[in-house]
């Protein structure tokens, strides 16, 4: 039995439908997401060194989403889930309609940036409204789910992105620029349709707090209500997002602008649909890893799955031809499907149930700020090395440094968790 406000079949519904609103948001987010660094160098009128301003434009994002994703968590806490998540739908759907406005990169950073207030709103309060509804023994599975429903969004996106520009560009006759424009709009629609869903289908699970709480720094780094052990924990798991999300941002971003230098054969439809291809296969073993980490342990399958993904990362570059490369980024893409659903549920084991939306948005913050200075970091080693013979390992040139520095620093963090975590075996709703 779940406990609040719903019985174990709207609890089921909750988890089932907001993995299809993750699956819906990052769909739209997928369309136009790898269209990104291409749309900024047709801005930029066709230079090729764009990697810092892609950095911006990412971490312009992560930045609004760190700083307000505590803040909107306690907000939840307070009001309810449902209507924080309505709401940021209901805002992704209009900022999805002020992309196409801009003409320049300065313009899209701002419209990225309240992009990630509506993301702060949806993302780590979805996940909050997960483990109200989930008891501690299926939270892997659930979060299983709710990886899997988001990059279902993140595969299927690329695809229909490219696709969609395809469609403008060669068949409707669409100038180059409209035709970056154009699966803008169906992100916009795409939203709306989450926001509908939530609305008609979702129910909060527990009752909102009647009485503000205190959200300052030292408190969420010290939250009431939980013991030594969880605490210990805790402040691991904040050190780990942070520098997870600063491995990770260091070149997500970049992943076009690598594919469109080693390989300029390609065109630009095809580039979303390698890197759609590639997070396709991951996004198979995203729930029954997470079943699998409720039966054999949580930490273990996040330990394996980090592992196996940052040495992923690393190899990226190392491919001679591009079947290579999509073999390594499907590696990466794949054991950190395996590593994810496994690291949420072992961070909710550490979360009581009363102050669960700020610790979770706490956590969520902590991954952005990361990528905030990943971002640009991994843009500025890329425009600096990527013309380079030289690398800073043996047999390295210097398109692989941003991929060895994020890969390095993301095996270094999988390691902390490895050797200072333990993991909490929890029977009842909340931990104590």
């Known amino acids: 039995m779940v406990s609040g406000l719903v019985d174990e079949r709207q609890a089921r519904r909750n ?51 760190a700083l307000l994703a505590a803040p909107f968590g306690n907000l939840s806490d307070r009001l309810g889930r449902k209507r924080i998540i309505l709401i940021g739908s209901i805002l992704y759907a209009v900022l999805a309609i002020l992309f196409t406005i801009p003409e320049d990169w300065y313009g899209l950073v701002l419209v990225r940036a309240f992009q990630g207030v509506a993301s702060a709103m949806v993302w780590p309060v979805s996940e909050a409204l997960v483990i109200d509804s989930t008891p501690p023994r299926m939270r892997g599975a659930s979060m299983g789910k709710l990886v899997m429903g988001a990059n279902l969004g993140m595969v299927i996106g690329p695809f229909a992105g490219g696709a969609l520009y395809a ?8 100038s180059e620029g409209d035709s970056y424009r154009f699966p803008f709009y169906f992100t916009s629609v795409l939203a709306l349709i989450g926001a509908f869903l939530t609305w008609k289908y979702v129910t909060d699970a527990v009752a909102p707090q009647k009485h503000k709480t205190k959200l300052s720094f030292s408190a969420l780094l010290k939250p009431q209500g939980v013991d030594a ?122 979360v009581p149930e009363e102050i669960r939306g700020r610790l979770i948005g706490m956590l969520e913050s902590m991954a952005n700020f990361g990528s905030v200075l990943g971002a640009p970091v991994g843009g500025l080693l890329w425009d600096h090395y990527h013309t380079s013979d030289r690398g800073i390992l043996p047999f390295t040139d210097g398109t692989m440094i941003p991929f060895i520095v994020s890969g390095l620093l993301g095996i270094f963090t999988v390691t902390l968790v490895l050797f200072l975590v333990r993991e909490r075996r929890v029977h009842s709703g909340s931990p104590k």
Do not use: H
């Open 15 to 65: 988890v089932n439908l907001l993995a299809t609103l993750d699956m819906i948001i990052s769909l739209g987010f997928g369309l136009i997401m790898p269209l990104f660094p291409l749309y900024l160098k047709y801005l930029a009128g066709g230079t090729a060194e764009v990697g810092l301003q892609v950095g911006i434009l990412f971490s312009s994002f992560v930045l609004t989403r």
């Open 167 to 174: 469609i403008a560009y060669y068949t409707l006759g669409f």
């Open 229 to 350: 052990q969880g605490l210990r924990n805790l402040r691991v798991l904040y050190a780990n997002a942070a520098m997870e999300g600063f491995a990770f941002a260091g070149i997500g971003p970049l992943m076009v602008l690598f594919l469109t230098f080693k390989f300029p054969e390609l065109e630009v439809a095809s580039i979303p649909l390698i890197i759609g291809l590639a997070m396709g296969l991951g996004v198979l073993v995203a729930y029954p890893s997470g079943r699998l980490a409720d039966r054999v342990g949580k930490k273990k399958m996040f330990v394996v799955g980090g592992y196996v993904s940052f040495i992923g990362t690393i190899m990226i570059p190392y491919g001679w031809a591009l079947a290579p490369v999509i073999l390594f980024l499907t590696m990466r893409s794949m054991a950190f499907q395996v590593a994810s659903p496994a690291l949420r549920a072992l961070q909710a084991d550490n």
